[in-house]
């Protein structure tokens, strides 16, 4: 089955009660047992909801995996991976990664014990050396929240294997439609569904997708012991924005690449971020793993100053200067004060994220009329 008729079925199954072709948001907290320890499959809405059951079956399938669980956002969907360590553990990260991630890593788990290198992952023998006896766990995104660098899965995946550690990607700039890091060699794959896999701006949800069934089964317990799960109403809306996934994405992507384009020729602007140019660093990797370039690009004004980037920031009128990204609408951001305050200064600074750096969510709207709007806030 193509991807584009996957997206529009994933999970969907009519109601047997009614025919309703659309999933029920079935809005409750318990269910009515026959007897004790006899049920219908679901006991309580923390352990199993049937809105749930059927977002975490199409999760699976948009990523060509076996399973999917659904969390209350991306960051508890990460939350969830690093709670299969144990004090001690050594967890390899990329140096560049999105804000929440780093804020989790530093300010919860690094208190019980777990240790966190961050290393360059776009070369994978950066990987290769942190790796110790200690080492269990791979994070990585790709492309990276905001410098759009790109990391070879299948290369990370030929050393993690080997070594029996686990390798989880950040797969939210791409979407299941550009990327599918299971078929490249991961073992879980993460996604802020809040942000392509909803799609609108009206949900707050994680997921994680998987092929190995212990795996699953750990993370499953993970998440119900936890608690940290989205509600009937939540999981309806991902549903809903799935189904128009790929039409969205090809939007996205052709904006993007318009407006990346653009950027680059604009005599205002220094340097874009973007890995669908051929000078990019990691293009070569990118066309391999992925369909497409996507819709999200950073790029840094000739005048170089935080004075000038707040200016164009907050001079746009199509692109909305809000955080979060992925909706149909277009969004402005400045990762140094908004998604990436959490992280300290000298760590932005050493690993490429300037102060005056400017992030762009494209949206689906004309092409024509958000460069118009980008030339106008440029100046």
Known sequence: MKLATKLIHAGAEPDPSTGAIMTPIYQTSTYVQEAPGKNKGYEYARSQNPTRAALEEAYAIIENGKFGLAFSSGVAATDAVIKLLAPGDEVICANDMYGGTYRLF????????????????????????????????????????????????????????????????????????????????ADIVMHSATKYLGGHSDVIQGALMMNDAELRDKLYFIQKSCGAVPGPMDCFLVLRGIKTLGVRMKAHCENGKAIAHWLKNNAKVAKVYWPGFEDHPGYAVAKKQMSD??????????????????????????????????????LINHPASMTHASIP???????????????????????????????????
């Open 293 to 330: 370039f996507g819709g999200m690009i950073s790029f840094e004004l000739k005048n170089d100053s935080v004075e000038e980037a707040n200016r164009v920031l907050s001079s746009t009128h199509l692109f909305s200067l809000a955080e979060s990204l992925g909706g149909v609408e277009s």
């Open 106 to 185: 530093t300010k919860v788990f690094e208190r019980f014990g777990i240790v966190f290198k961050y290393v360059d992952t776009t070369n994978a023998s950066n990987i290769d050396d942190a790796i110790t006896t200690k080492t269990k766990l791979v994070w990585i995104e790709t492309p990276t929240n905001p410098l759009m660098n790109i990391t070879d899965i299948a290369a990370v995946a030929e050393i993690t294997k080997p070594n029996n550690i686990l390798l989880a990607v950040d797969n939210t700039f791409a979407s299941p439609f550009l990327q599918n890091p299971l078929e490249l060699g």
């Open 345 to 379: 200064r000298e760590e932005r600074i050493k690993n490429g994220l300037s102060d005056s750096l400017i992030r762009l969510s494209v949206g689906i709207e004309d092409a024509d009329d958000l460069i118009e709007d980008l030339n106008k806030a440029i100046g």
